[in-house]
C-alpha cells in the first residue's frame, strides 16, 4: 500500500551536519502524519519528530529542539531531517514512518504508526 524509503545516513563528526530523506510510494494520499524515530544499540526506538501533512502540526523530541527541523513536500512525496549541530548521541539507526490516523493523541508511539522504511545508520564521532 505504502512503501517508505530513506537514505541519507553517513558518518560525520560533532557539530556537523546531516540531511535525511524519506521517500514515499504507493498510496501516499492516504498517509496523514509522518515522523521519524531513532534507535540505538541497547536502546528503545525513541520519537524524534513528527509533522502533519496537512495542517501545520509539527513537534519535536525535546532533544533535538534547536537542532533537527522535519519538513515535507506532498508533491514529490518526500520528508526530510535535517540535522544541524550533531552530537556522538545522536548515533543510531533513524527510521521513517506514516499513520493513518485522523488526528494526533499518541504520535510519539510508534504504535500510532501503520508504515516504517527499512532505516539509515546515523554515526557521529566525537
Known amino acids: 500500500q505504502v512503501q517508505l524509503v530513506e537514505s541519507g545516513g553517513g558518518l560525520v563528526q560533532a557539530g556537523d551536519s546531516l540531511r535525511l530523506s524519506c521517500a514515499a510510494s504507493g498510496r501516499t494520499f492516504s498517509i496523514s502524519f509522518m515522523g521519524w524515530f531513532r534507535q540505538a544499540p541497547g536502546k528503545e526506538r525513541e520519537f524524534v519528530a513528527v509533522l502533519r501533512r496537512i495542517g501545520g502540526f509539527i513537534n519535536y523530541a525535546d532533544s533535538v529542539k534547536g537542532r533537527f527541523t522535519v519538513s515535507s513536500d506532498n508533491a514529490k512525496n518526500t520528508m526530510w531531517l535535517q540535522m544541524n549541530s550533531l552530537k556522538p548521541e545522536d548515533t543510531a539507526v533513524y527510521y521513517c514512518?506514516?499513520?493513518?490516523?485522523?488526528?494526533?493523541?499518541?504520535?510519539?508511539?510508534?504504535?500510532?504508526?501503520?508504515?516504517w522504511g527499512q532505516g539509515t545508520q546515523v554515526t557521529v564521532s566525537s
Open positions: 514512518a506514516g499513520s493513518l490516523r485522523g488526528y494526533s493523541t499518541t504520535y510519539n508511539n510508534g504504535n500510532f504508526y501503520d508504515y
